[in-house]
Nanobody, 124 residues
């Protein structure tokens, strides 16, 4: 069982930055690939970024590539999403998720555990 708690969301102007954190409970954090997803108002949940168990491989949606960076600290049981050059279209509830499979999945349904989400609002 893994419990995930996101933090760091908020209101920011376009062009600004935010760093989201996701703290995981349990001793097996390093056994999970981690992903960040987001759900804009009235839209489906979508993949944003993913990182493998060791942190050696990262993956990004085209819409955030070059602006967002995912990282993890297995000693702290935490995964991060550094978001820069934010745009109004980045406004969404952001979720972190854990997947026991060794590869990073881009599909929300393949993740085993989810956080409660944190709101990110980017004003124009």
């Amino acid at each position: 069982q893994v419990q995930l708690v996101e933090s760091g969301g908020g209101l920011v102007q376009a062009g600004g930055s935010l760093r989201l954190s996701c703290a995981a409970s349990g001793r097996t954090f390093r056994g999970y690939a981690m992903g960040w997803f987001r759900q804009p108002p009235g839209k489906e949940r979508e993949f944003v970024a993913g990182i493998d168990r060791s942190g050696g491989s990262t993956y990004y949606a085209d819409s955030v590539k070059g602006r967002f960076t995912i990282s993890r600290d297995n000693a702290k049981n935490t995964v991060y999403l550094q978001m820069s050059s934010l745009k109004p279209e980045d406004t969404a509830v952001y979720y972190c998720a854990a997947d026991s499979y060794y590869r990073v999945s881009f599909v929300a349904g393949e993740y085993d555990y989810w956080g409660q989400g944190t709101q990110v609002t980017v004003s124009s």
